[in-house]
């Protein structure tokens, strides 16, 4: 019974827009605990504070809900059309992140999770309960996601398949349905290295290893305040995110095209003199319903003053030097800094 009903919860996974699904039980990672407090112990996570607090539920999904015996891991692929690096060589212009290039995953994961659970409860006995989780919760999703087969964590720390690359989001639903688990995934990066080498701010101390400070995807994003001053011109034009080390991967030639229109780009690579002279309800209303939101305007606007500081485009000053008397430090900071590296060609 329990098999079947597997295999028909895989089945309308699919159908709902997921690529793969996989389970396994909740104790399925009881090395990443460990993992979690040497990452914390080196200080590697940077200000996200949140991780340290919750640090007893993300390092054990049993702990987070005692009573599930299942968790069920599914993908869902938004992989880019092109190469997201070919917006490095225009300085004029702001790199975004793939994953933040359409509507907010967490909205589109979220709403399709909760359809199959709700499918899942129909088909349950009277009493399944069921949790749904997308990235907003102290779950380990990526442990939990190569425990239940889906794929395994690169050099790059990041999940990738054999059959997806590594351009998909992850969602988890935790039942206390027993159902049959699935063989973990093994890494299969061999010697490679892509991934390491492509880092802009050699930001892996070793292989399977990210420190997080020095992490463009987290300084654009986690990261307030200054940003350190030899970290700066690294960030080139990223605004929000870094694909450099997911775009290396090899094995991304069977990657698979993203199914949700959601995921289709609505931000693009616009001028960064247009984005600077933003004020918070211009960025608000222009970032509506993007992940991009959450920073908010300030951060945002800091991080395009980086950008044009390393765009080596003098008449971008224009836009540059009323900024320096913003009333947010960091802005400010990133303004003066921004000028003065403009005024040096």
Known sequence: MAEVLKDRLAARALEEGFSKMGICAPDAVPEAAGRLRAFL????????????????????????WPEA??????????TPEADPRAVLAQPDRAAVSVYAQGKDYHDLVKRRLKRLGRWLLDQAPAGTEIKVFVDTAPVMEKPLAQAAGLGWQGKHTNLLARDMGNWFF??????????????????????CRA??????????????????????????????????????????????????????????KFAQAARDIGYQPKVGAPELAELAVLDDAAFR??????????????RFVRNVLYAIGNSGIPALAGVVVPL??????????????AVARLAKG
Request: glycine residues 8%; charged residues 20%.
């Open 195 to 252: 991934c390491l080498d492509a880092c802009p701010t050699a930001a892996f101390p070793a292989p399977y290893q990210l420190d997080a400070r020095r992490c463009i995807s987290y300084l654009t994003i986690e990261h307030k305040g200054l940003v350190d001053l030899d970290l700066r011109a690294a960030l080139g034009n990223r605004i929000y995110g870094c694909d450099d080390c997911l775009a290396a991967c090899p094995w991304n």
């Open 170 to 191: 992850l969602g988890a639903i935790f039942t206390t349905l027993d159902l049959p688990k699935d063989a973990a995934e093994i890494s299969h990066c061999g010697s």
């Open 324 to 337: 320096q008397a913003d009333p947010d430090p960091a802005v400010a900071d990133a303004a003066h800094w």
């Open 285 to 298: 209303a222009r970032f509506a319903g993007s992940p991009i939101k959450r920073i908010g305007r300030d």
């Open 69 to 78: 015996r299942s968790v069920i891991m599914l993908a869902e692929v938004y």
């Open 41 to 64: 112990e080196a200080g590697h996570h940077g200000q996200m504070g949140w991780m340290a607090e919750r640090e007893a539920w993300r390092g054990s999904a049993a702990a987070l």
